[in-house]
């Protein structure tokens, strides 16, 4: 993390199980050059870098490619940043994988940064989004998983590995459902998208004539006054309010941002949310939190790939590190 996003151009990578995406970003957080594959995600490992390759090279050979001088990777994790490996859980092939040498190599010894998703939404949030000019806050994506990322004294806070703010993993519920992560009664076991909707279906809830079973499905159904819809979201209130309250409680964050599909359901998970906070957030200085929605939306996690590649603010830009 040497390179100065003012001082130029730099190459974000965000890499899920569904996409790699990678993007020409300046220093004013516009995307100017795009590339995307399909994640080839029950393929090997080697098959999967190939795509990242592929990407690399259609931003080098856009006309600006060459001005570009760092790289920043956000990607699903677990990632260990300090290895420069990644392990996401829905890239199987992927264990330990060297990501950040492999990239450097193809980049031609640039710098190349890493972190995880959840960190690159949080510097993307605070650098253009709900949490800029918020020097202490907390950035959650509630979608297939939950994750999450720090700002602490105006500073992104991956951790020594990128995976700092992980609240999906948080237990919640110390008799609760066994998680996949091992633990019990975790926000992600009760708050993600799969969860939400399997709750409504065990309670009762039927879909619609189109059989779509999705959380959004089950927030259209809550919408329309559903009681079993409305209860599996005020549920998954219920945790992620929780898990906002504890870390609130250890490090004095004074916002909460919301992004991930799941937060697409609007009011149906936000108002359960604020009155779940009131119960949890009750000491006087997490007692005024504000909960907020994600602003950066589906470019999240390129903006914080390419925040990540960023040592000192610079009109705005946050610091990951």
């Known amino acids: 993390m040497h390179t100065d996003l003012a001082a130029g151009l730099v190459v974000a990578l965000d890499i899920g199980g569904t996409k790699i995406a990678g993007a020409l970003v300046d220093c004013g957080g516009r995307i100017l050059v795009r590339s995307q594959r399909p994640t080839p995600a029950r393929e090997d490992g080697e098959t ?10 259609e931003l080098a050979g ?18 260990d940043a300090g290895a420069g490996t990644v392990s996401p859980v829905n890239i199987p092939g992927w264990r330990g994988f060297p990501l950040v040498e492999r990239v450097r190599r193809v980049v031609g010894g640039r710098p190349v940064a890493l972190v995880g998703d959840g960190v690159a939404m949080t510097a993307a949030e605070h650098w253009q989004g709900a949490a800029r ?7 959650l994506v509630v979608s ?4 999450g990322g720090l700002v602490l004294g105006g500073r992104v806070h991956p951790g020594p590995t990128g995976n700092a703010g992980h609240i999906g993993h948080v237990s919640v519920d110390l008799d609760g459902d066994l998680c996949a ?5 975790c926000v992600e076991r009760i708050a993600s998208g799969p969860h939400i909707a399997r709750r409504a279906l065990e309670n009762g809830w039927r879909p619609g004539p189109d059989g779509d079973t999705s959380a959004a499905a089950v927030a259209a159904a809550a919408r329309a006054g559903d009681p079993v819809a409305v209860a599996s979201f005020e549920r998954a209130a219920q945790a992620l309010a929780a898990g906002i309250a504890a870390t609130a409680t250890l490090v004095e964050i004074d916002i909460a941002v919301i992004g991930g599909g799941v937060a697409g359901a609007g009011e149906v998970l936000f108002a359960p949310l604020r009155r779940s906070l009131r119960s949890y957030a009750t000491l006087s200085f997490v007692r005024d939190l504000t909960v907020a929605p994600a602003l950066t939306g589906t470019d999240a996690g390129l903006l914080g790939a390419a925040a990540a590649a960023v040592p000192t603010p610079r009109d705005g830009a946050p610091v990951a590190g």
């Not at 856009?62 to 990632?79: D, N, Q, T």
């Open 133 to 139: 000019g918020h020097d202490n806050a907390l950035c």
């Open 181 to 185: 992560c091992g633990g019990r009664g």
């Open 48 to 57: 999967v870098m190939r795509a990242v390759e592929e990407v690399l090279a």
């Open 62 to 79: 856009s006309s600006l490619g060459e001005a570009a001088h760092a790289v920043g990777i956000g990607s699903a994790g677990p990632v």
């Open 144 to 147: 297939t998983g939950v994750g």
